[in-house]
């Protein structure tokens, strides 16, 4: 290869028949669904990029037919944009140039040379797909879509042209319903790609973080070795409860409050800024309204961020614990904008029994979420009375206990409190 000139290597490195993966390889048979099940850096991008690109130039080893029509889906139209798109593994980056396709970003289409023709959807408007018909969908990190069970329904619908409609779902899993219901469909084609199978492609440092951090971790299997984990066995959430109760948007609320979980420091490797945002409706019922959670940042970073959250959602207090900073943390707070009504709480119990009687309240369909917050609900499942695997800090759902105490069981005596 060193020997070559930089055409002919340009050449082979586009060859992706021959440098693919065996899990980027599409499964033989006659299936609707290809599950390319993948940890983070897997090339999961790259096999939906090639996927399609193959198809649309009917190329033998992708034998599929696009009736000239397909769906681009992901979680947001900026997700779909900037990976599906214009990643550095996405679909403008792997055309050779003479076949590269026009991006027409104000209308959300891709088209190619010979016609056919890509839509953009995003996961957040389900009902955007109605109307449409494709032969060809490529759906990108399905495990984060807002609503997905609404999306993946109307996309079903929607694939209907050609002789035989197929799908590629690229995606790193959660234990989720739909999930599992496709894994055992016989319709579908199941793959599977750890983060190490596509090592050379990777930064080294990436790689011995990772596996250093998180390997033999719950999350570590989820995140690197693309497993679907089950429920941690004794959390106090499970995600199929929480989907159940969840909806797009809140109704009018008479009480938001933003609770925040300050860190012990500010170091760079210090745990994460659990902030977390819940409101109370008339009728009692609790609404989940917004993580925004900062990771290593500094005490005015923070702040900043909480104090923003603040105006936004027009809130009425903040509640900020001081176990870790004492009088520190509001005088940031303060610092950040003076007018906030700052109400400091200090625990005298332990995050578990903390957190049981909010557990309780999800179980009697008390709160709800308005939104998805992927990794606050990641937290939540993997609670247990040890904590999180691999001894992770809790940070954002001790705010979310915070937030909901606040809100229903101040003045109940539970958890144990002392309002400073």
């Known amino acids: 290869m060193d020997s070559l000139s930089p055409g002919w290597r340009e050449m082979f490195h586009r060859d992706w028949p021959v440098f693919l993966h065996d899990p980027q390889r599409p499964p033989e048979g006659d299936w609707r669904t290809w599950l390319a099940l993948g940890g983070r850096g897997a090339g999961k991008t790259r096999t939906g990029a090639e996927w399609l690109t193959g198809i649309v130039h009917e190329d033998p080893h992708y034998l599929a037919d696009s009736a000239g029509r397909i769906a681009l889906i992901g979680e947001t139209f900026q997700d779909v944009r900037q990976v599906m798109i214009e990643g550095q593994s996405g679909l403008l980056s792997v055309q050779r140039k003479d076949r590269k396709p026009q991006w027409m970003p104000s209308r959300r289409l891709l088209q190619w040379h010979n016609g056919a023709v890509a839509q953009v959807f995003s996961a957040n408007d389900p009902d955007g797909l109605r109307g449409n018909q494709f032969g060809l969908a490529w759906c990108d ?5 807002p609503y997905l069970e609404a999306t993946w329904n109307m996309l079903q619908f929607c694939l209907r042209l050609g002789a035989s409609p197929r799908q590629l779902v690229t995606t790193t899993p959660r234990p989720l319903r739909l999930l599992k219901k496709l894994v055992a469909d016989p319709n579908t084609a199941v793959t599977r790609s750890a983060t190490l199978d596509n090592r050379h492609h990777l930064a080294s440092s990436f790689l011995a973080f990772v596996t250093g951090e998180y390997g033999g971790t719950r999350l570590g299997r989820q995140e690197i070795e693309g497993e679907i984990i089950e429920q941690a066995e004794g959390a106090l959430w499970r995600l199929d409860a929480i989907d159940a109760l969840r909806l797009k948007h809140a109704p009018p609320l008479m009480r938001i409050v933003i609770a925040v979980d300050p860190p012990a420091s500010s170091s760079q490797t210090s745990d994460a800024c659990g902030i977390v945002a819940a409101g109370k409706a008339a ?6 309204l917004a993580d925004a959670t900062l990771e290593s940042a500094r005490p005015e970073e923070w702040a900043n961020a ?17 176990n870790q900073g004492g009088e520190m943390v509001r005088s940031v707070l303060m610092q950040a904008d003076a007018s906030l009504p700052v109400h400091m709480v200090r625990a005298s119990r332990g995050k578990w029994l903390r957190a049981e009687p909010v557990a309780m309240l999800y179980a009697r369909g008390r709160v709800r979420h ?5 990794q606050l609900e990641d937290q939540m499942c993997d609670f247990t009375a040890d904590g999180l695997a691999g001894g992770r800090s809790p ?4 705010a979310l206990v915070w937030a909901l105490h606040e809100l229903v069981l101040k003045n109940r005596g539970e958890p144990k409190i002392r309002a400073t």
């Open 141 to 145: 990190e399905l495990a984060k879509w």
């Open 283 to 288: 009728d009692g019922i609790c609404y989940v």
């Open 306 to 322: 909480v104090a923003c959250l603040y105006r936004r959602l027009d809130a009425d207090c903040v509640v900020a614990e001081v």
């Open 370 to 374: 308005a939104g998805t917050f992927r």
């Open 395 to 398: 940070d954002r759902l001790d």
